[in-house]
């Protein structure tokens, strides 16, 4: 963890504190853990279905991630800048519009607000599509993080994600290693 920039000391000890390797046979144990399974809610008296401190510990990653993203070897920073650029591109041509109408529809926003006027034009306002996009660079990280750990302990390689074994999805993005990493 320590070789990826945007990833010090203290955070990399919070994922190490936080994840069990040994309870996370695919990636997606590890993001439905950290909060970040989407389609996981939880009711008035429910317990919380993640852990909020490994939540917390996700989102402060994604910030290390946009604050490198100008620098040339920032892999997660560069990954965070191209899917900002991408969802913009996707909320101008107005493909988000169903996701501003839901958001519109599940949450109160205040009409006086700039998030209103954007979500009521059938956009996501700017600090949404930022969320979206530190969301992928740090799903992304853990996916990798996820392999990496997971050939040191295991011996072998994890199961393919569930987008790329179940859904269909034909690309997935190596694992970055340089020269003094490789095997």
Not at 155 to 175: E, F, N, Q, R, T
């Amino acid at each position: 963890m320590r070789s990826v920039d945007g990833i010090g000391a203290v955070i990399a000890a919070g994922f190490l504190a936080h994840i069990d390797i040994e309870r996370c046979p695919t990636v997606g144990h590890i993001w439905a853990f950290a909060g970040l399974d989407p389609t996981r809610t939880w009711g008035k008296g429910e317990k919380r279905p993640h852990n909020s401190d490994l939540k917390t510990l996700c989102w402060k990653a994604g910030e290390s991630f946009v604050k490198v993203s100008g620098k040339e070897t920032a892999f997660y920073g560069h990954i965070y800048a191209k899917r900002k650029e991408y969802e913009i591109k996707r909320n101008e041509a107005g493909e988000l519009a169903d996701q501003a109408e839901e958001a519109l529809k599940a949450k109160r926003i205040g009409r006086g607000t700039g998030a209103y006027k954007h979500y009521s034009a059938g956009r996501l306002p700017p600090a949404h599509i930022h969320a979206r996009a530190k969301r992928y660079a740090v799903k992304l990280f853990l996916a990798h993080l996820h392999e990496v750990w997971y050939r040191e302990h295991h011996g072998k390689a994890p199961p393919l994600p569930y987008p790329v074994a179940h859904l269909g999805h034909a690309h997935k993005i190596p694992v970055p290693m340089n020269d003094s990493q490789r095997c």
